[in-house]
């Protein structure tokens, strides 16, 4: 037999007959032209003419007219041809007897069947066979070769995996560029695939060969590929590119872009555009999209059919949609129900659901069935349920135990729990440790964080006269005033009233006035106090005495007494009296004493 060359080569693709789509279509005159010209001479014995006519047969489904042309050009030595004759025959069912002719072909040099060969022994678990012939393939510049040998060894755990793989997705393969850029995303630290990041300079190297691997990917159709080239674009704020990419891949069938590409629209403020998407991915599985339409509609009142999008999302396997389901519950005072879907999201290992369940369990007063719920959430990251189960032990006086549960959640960054990790430190007077946890929960927007805050700087600072009558001291804004101020803000009554004493101290009078108001109008009763305190020393004796009444009536022993002066020096000696004995009643000592004095003082002149 003459040597076999490729005269006629009907797929790159391997033995399954699949159009490209790369080449060129032609016009449908022009191709019967030529299949008439290939028929004349394949009649008159033209091997070449053979190979081709059987490879367009074989191409149009037709096998009856495809095998004669190719045994015969086979017979004469074309490679192609049997190549193609191994295609038709898998085709037809008879795989061994294709292996016979891709052997022959691959055996004479035709990349291609070695592909098909090497694809053959692996399916039948020949992998030493399997190996052989796709790395003859591959060597010989075929991609599909390439690739098939990169995903055998993968599948071995072999180093050399990724070389091939490269090499394929440099040959133009898409699907090799798509797995390459993934596996450059794990290795720059992507979060789905629980690999260690990598670090610095070959992190951002890795990430952005990622980007140019999907960008080639996508680019050649890839659906999944551009769906992860839009989420990279989208995280770094290039959201009409990544809009255009997701689109594609929407387009091509990528339920996943279709829900991102909805959640875009939605950001930008088409509502209704963002529906449509979400509907055509949900339609097609999504459980994050199905998610996305529940919440639309709920946020309608449209209560029905949100649970109804929910139980899709369920139906699609998506936890979530048993825990939204839950919240709709709830929110409804459905609270036998919403227990119901939260458990159910619960035992899928939802660590919010769990959270949820034990709160609900916990206002039911069914504190044994909580507590396990807020474990399970909290050995699952659910940072508000390790609070949670703080409270809990501290409710029991489990102080230890409610400590190490607030540790868990303050290290995550939970702003309530730092709170409470610092009170607890500067009661063990740990001042440097609470201060390190005071700043993280008053920087996280904690009211109470930033007052003690303010109190343990404030507590550093060298002594000052604090305002009551004297004269005021002058000294600069600190930094403890400054998260007095930021608590005072955020409507702190004891900050207010400690910001209104250092504007007094400063001499601003109206600064202080304004401060004592807000904290007293909002009942604090030592801002009713100060403020008195300020209007009689700026001559107001009668509004300061409405402001020390309010603070009386709510239990501040010094405003009662201030009243009793004041209704004494006008020679109202029975009110004066009864505001003595309230003073007395009130404390703390020394206002008792002082008040006992000008009680029996006031009873002496009255019964003269």
Not at 436 to 456: I, N, P
Not at 480 to 508: K, N, T
Not at 547 to 576: C, I, K, M, S, T
Request: proline share 2%; hydrophobic share 45%; with cysteine.
């Amino acid at each position: 037999m003459d040597v076999m060359g490729d005269k006629a080569t009907l797929f790159e693709t391997g033995r399954f007959v699949q159009p490209s789509g790369e080449e060129p279509t032609r016009d449908e005159a022009v191709e019967a032209a030529e299949e008439a010209r290939h028929r004349l001479n394949a009649a008159a014995g033209d091997v070449e003419s053979m190979s081709v006519l059987g490879a367009l047969l074989l191409r149009r489904g037709d096998l009856d007219g495809a095998e004669p042309q190719l045994r015969a050009a086979t017979a004469a030595g074309d490679r192609a041809a049997a190549n193609n004759l191994g295609v038709l025959l898998h085709q037809r069912g008879y795989p061994d007897e294709a292996a016979g002719w891709w052997r022959i072909a691959a055996v004479a040099g035709s990349a291609p069947a070695a592909h098909a060969l090497g694809r053959h022994h692996r399916e039948r678990g020949d992998e030493p066979a399997a190996e052989y012939w796709l790395r003859q393939s591959a060597e010989q510049g075929h991609p599909l070769g390439a690739y098939a040998l990169a995903d055998l060894l993968e599948h071995r755990g072999d180093a050399h995996a990724g070389h091939w793989m490269r090499a394929a997705a440099e040959r133009g393969h898409r699907e090799a560029a798509y797995r390459l850029a993934r596996a450059l995303d794990r290795g720059a630290g992507d979060g789905e695939s629980g690999a260690e990041a990598g670090t610095g300079a070959e992190s951002a190297a890795a990430a952005a060969a990622a980007e140019q691997w999907y960008r080639q990917a996508a680019a050649r159709g890839h659906r999944r590929a551009a769906l992860h080239l839009g989420a990279i674009l989208e995280r770094r704020g290039e959201l009409k590119e990544a809009g255009r990419w997701y689109l594609t891949s929407a387009k091509d069938g990528e339920a996943r872009a279709a829900c991102a590409l909805g959640f875009l629209l939605r950001d930008a403020g088409d509502t209704e555009s963002a529906a449509v998407w979400w509907l055509r991915a949900a339609q097609d599985g999504d459980g994050n999209a199905a998610n996305a339409l529940g919440a639309l509609h709920a946020e309608r009142g449209e209560t029905q059919t949100a649970e109804r999008w929910y139980r899709a999302a369920m139906d699609a396997g998506d936890d979530n949609g048993a825990y939204n389901l839950a919240l709709l519950c709830a929110e409804q005072g459905r609270t036998a129900q919403a227990e119901q879907w939260y458990r159910r999201a619960a035992y899928a290992g939802h660590r919010e659901a769990a959270n949820a369940l034990a709160v609900l369990l916990l206002q039911v007063g069914d504190t044994a069935g909580a507590e396990p719920w807020f474990s399970k959430a909290a050995e699952a990251g659910s940072v508000d349920a390790a609070f949670n189960l703080g409270i809990l032990y501290a409710g029991r006086g489990e102080d230890r135990i409610a400590l190490r549960c607030y540790e868990q959640a303050a290290a995550a960054g939970h702003t309530e729990a730092a709170l409470q990790v610092g009170i607890a430190r500067l009661r063990e007077g740990d001042e440097a440790a609470a201060e390190r946890h005071l700043r993280c929960a008053a920087g996280g927007g904690s009211a109470e964080g930033a007052y003690r805050l303010a109190a343990v700087l404030d507590a550093r600072r060298p002594k000052v006269s604090e305002h009551e009558l004297g004269e005021p001291s002058v000294h600069t804004k600190s930094e403890c005033e400054e998260w007095y101020e930021r608590a005072a803000s955020q409507g702190h009554r004891r900050a207010q009233v400690r910001v209104g004493m250092l504007a007094a101290g400063r001499g601003d009078v109206v600064e202080a006035a304004r401060w004592y108001r807000t904290a007293a109008e909002a009942g604090s009763r030592n801002g009713a106090f100060n403020l008195g305190l300020l209007l009689a020393r700026e001559g107001s004796e009668p509004e300061a005495a409405v402001w020390w009444q309010r603070a009386a009536d709510a239990g501040h022993g010094r405003a009662a007494l201030r009243l009793a002066l004041v209704y004494a020096r006008r020679g109202e000696l029975a009110e004066g009296q009864r505001w003595a004995d309230r003073a007395v009643a009130l404390g703390p000592a020394e206002v008792s004493e002082r008040a006992g004095r000008l009680r029996d003082a006031l009873r002496e002149e009255l019964s003269a």
